[in-house]
């Protein structure tokens, strides 16, 4: 697979690749030439997200707990503490090519509840604006049982949801997935690409997990499902390469799972879906034309506004003449948009008094009815 046709790019790294097995340390070497690789795929424009393991495995090192150290909360401490040394690694490592990251600490909760789902999709869009890359993981310290995605793959697999990425690359221990265990059996053919997940498909995925880890296959076509829903590619590819970026631009030696549309089009064909409006807003003549050119619904063309709503949620569009004419998420809710509504963007601050974003709808996240 060319990546040169992946502009936005999520790659999970996971803790059985950064932690070395034998002493529960950073495995400096093979992150520093990863690093190198993304930095390429930096200088080729592409937009790169980070999703990485290894903040409790290298805790519980730090924090001298053994094996033993497994209750949640002994967890949640390890995290604690693991999170620095992984944040430090990423940033020295990144830095060295003048590269700036950011951490990004997600829970289940943040992206079921569906301000805070906003509210990272516009975090992480800005960092990735200001060519800066986000280090997610998930936020061990705070997340209960009920709350955790449990494994990585499943938050990368969200992430990549919630910003519309092209392709998730998956790095794992193994090529990719085989129609038996290589482990146990030799003769095992790799199997590189799938455009639908079947039961059989399912079957052949087998739970290998270390001692670091918490994911094994089936973790990985779970995540994979989830992305060829939502129009993104999944790549599920060995990490113990030397360049495994490398292998994935130049070889077939992985396993890709090909989704049937774009992300883009997959997202709005959900919006499209949805339907229970919340509220409504009416746009003036000019925003229903900039709309079908596909653009941002913005502040000054709006006239009046409809119902009660927050945040996040699903509103109507209405034309001057009263027809429905499309639908999205909003960035703000009814008495924000009452206070902004027909202000030009420099005026909105000083009458809101903040300034989250410049658009009522997201072009990405609006579709047109009519």
């Known amino acids: 697979m060319n990546l040169n046709e992946q502009k936005k790019l999520i790659i999970k790294i996971g803790s059985s690749l950064l932690i070395n097995e034998s002493d529960g340390s950073l495995n400096k070497l093979w992150l520093d030439n990863l690093v190198e690789e993304i930095t390429e795929l930096k200088k080729n424009n592409h937009s790169v997200i980070i999703v990485s393991s290894g903040a409790i495995g290298l805790g519980r090192k730090y924090l001298g707990f053994d094996d033993g150290y497994n209750r949640l909360e002994q967890q949640q401490a390890a995290a604690a503490s693991g999170q620095i040394i992984l944040a430090h690694a990423y940033q020295d490592l990144f830095e060295k090519h003048q590269i700036k990251v950011a951490q990004v600490l997600l829970t289940l909760d943040d992206l079921e509840d569906r301000t805070k789902y906003l509210n990272a999709r516009n975090t992480i869009e800005t960092l990735l604006n200001i060519y800066v890359i986000p280090i997610i993981n998930e936020n061990d310290t705070v997340a209960t049982e009920e709350i ?63 001692d670091y880890g918490s994911g094994g296959m089936q973790s990985k076509i779970e995540a994979a499902k989830i992305c060829m829903n939502s129009g993104c590619h999944t790549i599920v590819a060995s990490g113990l390469l030397e360049k495994p970026i490398d292998n994935i631009n130049n070889t077939n030696d ?117």
């Open 148 to 210: 955790r995605y449990g494994d990585n793959d499943q938050l990368a697999a969200r992430v990549s949801q919630l910003i519309s990425a092209d392709c998730l690359i998956l790095f794992s221990d193994v090529k990719g997935l085989y129609d038996a265990n290589p482990k146990t059996h030799p003769d095992a053919q790799l199997i590189k690409e799938i455009d639908n997940i079947t039961n059989e498909i399912k079957y052949m995925a087998t739970e290998s997990k270390s």
């Open 254 to 370: 992985y396993s890709h799972f090909i989704p049937q549309e774009n992300p883009l089009s997959a997202r709005k064909k959900w919006i499209r879906g949805m339907i229970d409006s919340k509220g409504s807003i009416e746009i003036d003549q000019g925003a229903e034309m900039a709309l079908e050119t596909g653009k941002s619904l913005l502040p000054v063309g709006v006239r009046a506004v409809e119902g009660s709503f927050d945040k996040g949620e699903l509103i109507s569009i209405v034309s001057k003449s009263g027809d429905v004419i499309g639908k999205g998420m909003t960035n703000f809710s009814d008495l924000e948009i009452e206070i902004i509504k027909g202000l030009k963007t420099s005026e909105i601050k000083s009458k809101l008094g903040y300034l989250t974003t410049n658009e009522i709808i997201h072009r990405d996240n609006l579709v047109l009815t009519k």
